[in-house]
Nanobody
């Protein structure tokens, strides 16, 4: 069955960096565009970044220039490098397909940006 396991979150000071990972299994990972989403308390889940099956990337305006996503198809893993973090980036981060996300989401990884 499909499994998405996010990791790498934590508590970081404003201006700091984190690298998130998402290990995928149970589907043909290399065939799909993969995205990072986040959900802050009291807010809807939002799309943050996408890496296509061919390796092209795009980003939400709020993270453009600060976040970089990439993938390793051999490891079935997608990454999110987050730099220059601000308190507004505080959220639970999830990965999933970009188009028609799987109904079963992973547990996510908490990112908290605070001094």
């Amino acid at each position: 069955q499909v499994q998405l396991v996010e990791s790498g979150g934590g508590l970081v000071q404003p201006g700091g960096s984190l690298r998130l990972s998402c290990a995928a299994s149970g589907f043909t990972f290399s065939a799909y565009d993969m995205s990072w989403y986040r959900q802050a308390p009291g807010k809807e889940r939002e799309l943050v970044a996408t890496v296509t099956s061919l390796g092209a990337t795009n980003y939400a305006d709020s993270v453009k220039g600060r976040f970089t996503t990439s993938r390793d198809n051999a490891k079935k893993t997608v990454y999110l490098q987050m730099n220059s973090l601000t308190p507004e980036d505080t959220a639970v981060y999830y990965c999933n397909k970009r188009w028609r996300p799987f109904g079963s989401w992973g547990q996510g990884t908490q990112v908290t940006v605070s001094s």
